[in-house]
Nanobody, 120 residues
Framework: QVQLVESGGGLVQAGGSRRLSCAAS????????MGWYRQAPGKQRELVAH???????NYGDSVKGRFTISRDNAKNTVHLQMNSLNPEDTAVYYC??????????????WGQGTQVTVSS
């Protein structure tokens, strides 16, 4: 089994910053790409940021220049530093990881989500 646990969500004022973290645990051999997605009410889940095991990053257009994704491969963690937040960033943020298990196959895993609410 593999578990992803997010933390860091909450209420923040517009213009403020927030840092999300996600820790992966379980029978992990290798974590390939990790990423953050978000889903606002009535909208589809969308990519926020993505990072490969080698550190290459990719961002959704709406967050470029404001958000930064990073990871610690030794700790199986991924972080999302969010700056200059605005109300349109309000959503449930989900951690995602592409994991090769010690025994078993390679699968995509999701965290339970953490709510970020930006007040105007």
């Amino acid at each position: 089994q593999v578990q992803l646990v997010e933390s860091g969500g909450g209420l923040v004022q517009a213009g403020g910053s927030r840092r999300l973290s996600c820790a992966a645990s379980g029978t992990i051999r290798t974590i390939y790409a990790m990423g953050w997605y978000r889903q606002a009410p009535g909208k589809q889940r969308e990519l926020v940021a993505h990072i490969t095991s080698g550190g290459n990053t990719n961002y959704g257009d709406s967050v470029k220049g404001r958000f930064t994704i990073s990871r610690d491969n030794a700790k199986n963690t991924v972080h999302l530093q969010m700056n200059s937040l605005n109300p349109e960033d309000t959503a449930v943020y989900y951690c995602n990881a592409d994991v090769q298990r010690i025994i078993g196959g390679r699968n995509d895993y999701w965290g339970q989500g953490t709510q970020v609410t930006v007040s105007s």
